[in-house]
């Protein structure tokens, strides 16, 4: 099956020289072959899948658990103003 590279192009809004269509012509009707070659694979009995591996749900339960104590998250903090981390200003041009 021949795909015309710069038929598929207009429909997506791409401008492509001519040296690119002649890159991309050959890589697309590879793709065709690939994609070809994969529906003649009999699929007679199974199952449709998202995940070729079964997933599970990681997520723990919800819970309230205690927290670290606000002095030991900010005891090796290298500046703070209160309660609070206190930290460079990184954005050039920003207004404090």
């Known amino acids: ?29 590879n793709i065709v072959k ?4 994969i529906s003649s694979v009999d699929v007679e009995g ?4 998202m995940h070729g591996r079964p997933l599970v749900n990681a997520f723990r339960e919800d819970a309230v658990r205690p927290s670290m104590d606000r002095e030991d998250a900010l005891g090796n903090a290298p500046a703070r103003v209160g309660e609070e981390f206190l930290l460079p200003k990184i954005v050039e041009g920003a207004e404090s």
Do not use: N, S
């Not at 598929?8 to 050959?26: G, Y």
């Not at 690939?34 to 070659?37: D, F, G, I």
């Open 34 to 37: 690939y994609v070809e070659k």
């Open 1 to 29: 099956m021949k795909i015309d590279v710069g038929y598929v192009a207009e429909l997506a809004r791409l401008e492509l020289t001519d040296e690119e269509k002649a890159v991309f012509q050959p890589q697309l009707e």
């Open 46 to 49: 199974v199952e449709p899948m």
